[in-house]
């Protein structure tokens, strides 16, 4: 299946001032594309272009790193243009939802704190994430294209802590960013659904 690039489901301004429409052009237009042209070209050369994205990514996973590197992100930013939205974030979670954050993991305060710690500390380039593993949320990182799939959790929810997802408007206050995406970006509707197909 050969990977597309997808629209953004908005328009580049959307998120301001959350995040800049020059983000946007440039992560979108730039990098994931970039991983979609990559990632199809060495799909091809493996053998994998027969594949679901989410077999590739398992596949190529400690065997082809630079397949694994552009599936990876290429899988990790379909999910991530989709894991924002204008007036996102927040407390209000859907009701299901919130009872598993409360029970796995001592509420929304305490989910918020560690998940923007684990974006803190994610040295270099990498990720945040938050999955479901044994029918329980957990909260992890990632380094590079990594992400959950790899280590037996499905991701319904991940932050991007490249430096280009926000150098531009954060410089190199990676914190403040990580605060800015869970107070105001995230689209708590789309991690519900993700959430649901996760535990069904």
Known sequence: MAFELPELPYDYEALQPFMSKETLEYHHDKHHKAYVD???????????????????????????????????????????????????????????????????????????????????????????????????????????????LVHGASPILGVDVWEHSYYIDYRNARPKYLEAFVDNLINWDYVLECWEKASA
Request: aromatic share 10%; no cysteine.
């Open 38 to 148: 990559n990632g199809n070209k060495l799909a091809a050369e493996a053998g994998m272009d027969g594949l679901s994205l989410e077999e590739i990514v398992k596949q190529s996973y400690g065997k082809n790193a630079g397949l694994f590197n552009n599936a990876g992100q290429h899988y990790n930013h379909i999910h991530f243009w989709k894991w924002m939205k204008k007036g996102g974030g927040g407390k209000s979670l859907p009701g299901a939802l919130q009872k598993a954050v409360d029970s796995d993991l001592g509420g929304y305060d305490k989910f918020k704190a560690d998940f923007i710690a684990a974006g803190t500390t994610q040295f270099g380039s990498g990720w945040a994430w938050l999955s479901v593993k044994n029918g329980k949320l957990e909260i992890s990182k990632t380094p590079n294209g990594e992400n959950p």
